[in-house]
């Protein structure tokens, strides 16, 4: 018997989720409610009726995923924000900030994704069924896949743009991302020569939030707002910059010049396009592993050699991993100025003093460490950030320089092959016990594979909190205000984050609310968000972080209160 079901019952689960958003959006509330509750039983009926258990079970989480990632794309808020705008620009004095509109800057971003995505399907179609679990991987993966895919062609069929001269506004009108922009918060404005696809393309990029409208390979307009950075092509790129420019508040560094995107046929492009490639085919995708697999099952390799693929592939990755990702966020380098004086002045403290630094162009407060040894260690930290105060940014430069010293992005990921490794260890060693399982008691089976579904990213969290909250307490000791300064560094960040957050909000919604429903980065948040912060999140809520600096006075002390609070703070209080 199949383990996966039918690629057209799959397909229809897929179909419902999303009639189910749908549903959910031109309804009343209370009849949507309704009407999803059927639907989900009726569904939930027919496969348990006439499929087997197993791929009952699969396709009702294949079912759940695609209805939660759907629901971002397709949703009320939109919806009503839409026909607000609509409303709004019939009422006031409107500018269409006219865009040309050319089939072939889709067709590049569909054969980007095309690309990147090859080799897992690829691998779908091709591996046998014992690769069921990496399929069914697969079949995730791809669901998040087409929605990018349709956003994107949602954008490039439907986007309008309007400017505002009285409300000194900026719309966006747009089937699945609109906008309302004040001026007033424009961080800044330039002007490119072509859009550049390595850096707009979602598979491509990290640690950086865009949306990109355009819709022609002409000049484009990137404008950057509180919390999201925008890309327009308009017809007269120069004028409009021309005409918003003044709006923002940071300087234009490049005095009203145009940045030249060189063509990507370009050797420096080419090169860029390989390790973006490499990043968006084996971080952001499967398809480098999934499709060098099926050429290794087309030539009937033994398992030792695929054992042995995987090993060697895993550690190509460590010695990689900084360029890579130093190519996905197009970082670039600072070898001078105040930061770069801290930040060297912190490095000689740490014993790392060949780290580089980079700064991303990102509307995001982030910073990152990469590199899995001291001597090819790196500190990206994005624009945004190193608009903090200096004594902040020195805080987060010392928290990612312990992050290098201890070397924590190789205890992360020898943490996770570790996992792995157990977990494939012991499907061989009961191998036939596993097999008995499924063929007699396949409910019980697949409770098994998601319990440690389950546990993995809980295990993923406990060791990557413990390498954050050890890295606030030794990046503090290189501080000339050692334990305060980190925790002012750390408010200030938050703080940062909140007011970016608001206004994010408050440019989608249709009545200006800025509320996300949570309380702020600086609070104790409902049980629930701190249960899925302790055990689920890589790093521990920021307001327990900057409460543990104030309260305790070293990591031996912020450990103890850690794991006892990991357990304390997820729960009802």
Known sequence: MNILPNNLVMISVVALAVIMNVVSVWLPKKAATAAKI?????????????????????????????????????????????????QKLQEVRAVEIVQ???????????????????????????????????????????????????????????????????????????????????????????????????????????????????????????????????????DNAVHWHRLLAPFASASDRTGGKEKKVLPLWHPAVLKRLFWKGYYASTVKGVSAYTGLLAILLWLKAPAWAVGLFVLLWWGLNFYVSDRVLIAATDAEPITEGEIFERAQTIFRKAGIPHTRLFSVDSPDYNG?????????????LTTATL??????????????????????????????????????????????????????FKIAMFLLVYVFAFVFPMYLSFIAQWTEVRADFTGATWL????????????ELAAALDRDLEKS???????????????????????????LEFQFMA???????????????????ARRRWLKDRFKESLPS
């Not at 992005?409 to 191998?431: D, K």
Request: proline share 4%.
């Open 505 to 531: 909000m408050a440019h989608r919604m249709a009545d200006g609310r800025s509320s996300t429903g949570r309380a702020s980065s600086l609070e104790r948040d409902s049980w629930l968000w701190r249960f």
């Open 539 to 557: 790093h521990p809520p920021l307001y327990w972080r900057i409460n543990s600096l104030a309260r305790s006075g070293n990591w031996r002390e």
């Open 387 to 440: 608009q903090l105060p200096s004594p902040s940014v020195e805080a987060i430069l010392a928290h990612e320089a312990a992050h290098i010293r201890k070397r924590d992005v190789l205890t992360n990921q020898l943490a996770r092959f570790l996992f792995i490794g157990l977990l494939a260890g012991m499907a061989y060693l009961f191998f036939d016990q596993l097999k008995w399982l499924a063929e007699n």
């Open 480 to 491: 000339s205000g050692g334990t305060a300064q980190m925790g002012q560094g750390l408010t």
């Open 100 to 234: 040309r509109k050319d089939a072939r800057r889709l067709a590049a971003d569909v054969a980007l994704t095309g690309l990147v995505s090859l080799g897992a399907v690829l691998f779908f179609g091709l591996a046998p069924e014992t690769y069921a679990a990496l399929k069914v991987f697969i079949v995730f993966m791809m669901i998040s896949v087409s929605i990018q895919t349709i956003e994107r062609a949602a954008n490039f069929y439907s986007v309008r743009l309007y400017w505002l001269p009285e409300e000194e506004h900026l719309v966006v009108l747009s089937r699945f991302q609109p906008r309302d922009f004040p001026l007033r918060e424009l961080k800044e404005a330039s002007v490119w020569s072509s859009p550049d696809l390595l850096r707009l393309h979602p598979f491509f990029t990290f640690m950086s939030s865009h949306q990109d409208y355009t819709r022609s390979f002409g000049q484009v307009l990137k404008l950057s707002f509180p919390g999201e950075t925008i890309y327009l092509s308009p």
């Open 368 to 380: 990152f460490a990469v590199g899995m040894n001291i001597g090819r260690g790196a500190i990206m």
């Open 38 to 86: 059927l639907l989900a039983a009726a569904a939930l009926t027919g496969l348990f009726v006439r499929l087997p258990v197993g791929q009952a079970i699969l396709l009702t989480a294949i079912g759940a995923h695609a209805y939660a990632a759907f629901s971002e794309l397709i949703d009320r808020n939109k919806r009503e924000m839409r026909m607000a705008l609509r």
